[in-house]
Every structure is written in C-alpha cells, then in structure tokens.
C-alpha cells in the first residue's frame, strides 16, 4: 500500500490542493509497518491535476485533513481512497493511528 500525505512543516497539511510537499509513505499492512518514506515536491496547483498524479505514483491511499466534494470524486475515479478529517500530525503518527484502526478522524476541514 501507498499512503499519500500534504505536508505542510513535516505535518498533515490542512489545505491539500495546495501543499507544497506530499509524503509517500509505502506500508507493509500484514505487518503494519512503515517501509519506506519520500517527501515530493507537489506541482503547482492546477484543478484536477493531482489524483492522476498522485495515481502514475502508485498511491492508493490518502490522508488528509479536508478535501472537496469534485477532488473527492475525482480520486475515487482513480481508485484512490480519502481519509478525510485527519489531525495536522506527522505523517508516522498518522499512518501508526490508521493501521491501528484508531486514527481519530474530524470534520471535513474543506468547504468548497
């Protein structure tokens, strides 16, 4: 599995079409464990530029704080799912809270 992440500081960006960085966490799920871990640079924000983008990476998984009703959709068409509601904590704390099926989750911090 691949976990995509918008940082912002090192931590979950609340905005995430417009981070400047992504965390690309590969997991192990059988042994919920972090493999391996690379931070790329986000291209520039462009409307419906980063689910085929993030999807040519092999991710299948995103984390995020908030996320719009269109980006939503336009994931789902790649076969990515959205976490959404996720805590502006570091990409290991949050990817050690979902496989431990406790991450705790809020509102959706987007509004548009």
């Known amino acids: 599995m691949k976990i995509a992440i918008p940082l912002a500081d090192g931590k979950l960006a609340v905005h995430f079409g417009h981070c ?7 997991v192990d799920e059988a042994q919920k464990k972090i493999v391996a871990r690379h ?3 986000a291209p520039p924000h462009q409307p419906g530029l980063l689910p085929p983008w993030l999807a040519e990476r092999g991710v299948n998984l995103i984390l995020a704080g908030g996320m719009g009703q269109r980006a939503l959709g336009l994931f789902a068409e790649q076969g990515i799912q959205v976490v959404i509601g996720a805590p502006a904590e570091t990409p290991e704390k949050l990817i050690a809270g979902y496989l431990g099926g406790n991450l705790a989750t809020g509102a959706n911090l987007c509004d548009h």
Do not use: R
């Open 20 to 26: 400047q960085h992504f965390a690309l966490v590969d």
């Open 39 to 41: 931070d790329i640079e």
